[in-house]
């Protein structure tokens, strides 16, 4: 099992960022694909969420209206697009799967800076 996040990087506030996770290993349409992240001194954090049937989300109240997390099965890949980034998104984020149990990806970091 493998989940490989990309996409990370340093942009300006009010700048965008898409990341994308590409998965191996299992059957990627069947699980509950996640984005979190943790930024320094804080706890991991959910992010957002795309469920296997039907496509339906969830957001943090933070990121609500300004992330939108997408799959696309053929792929094997969740994405995350970011747009209007703050300062406060500034952490590392991690793609998770999740079924019967979980997988992590190693993170990318995403930095929000002028």
């Known amino acids: 099992v493998q989940l490989v996040e990309s996409g990370g990087g340093l942009v300006q506030p009010g700048g965008s960022l898409r990341l994308s996770c590409a998965a191996s290993?299992?059957?990627?349409?069947?699980?509950?694909m996640s984005w979190y992240r943790q930024a320094p001194g804080k706890e991991r954090e959910l992010v957002a969420r795309?469920?296997?049937?039907?496509?339906?989300?969830i957001y943090a109240g933070s990121v609500k209206g300004r992330f939108t997390i997408s799959r696309d099965n053929a792929k094997n890949t969740v994405y995350l697009q970011m747009n209007s980034l703050k300062p406060e998104d500034t952490a590392v984020y991690y793609c998770n799967a999740f079924l019967h149990g979980a997988y992590w990806g190693q993170g990318t970091q995403v930095t929000v800076s002028s």
């Open positions: 290993g299992f059957t990627f349409s069947s699980y509950v």
């Open positions: 795309i469920f296997s049937t039907g496509g339906s989300t």
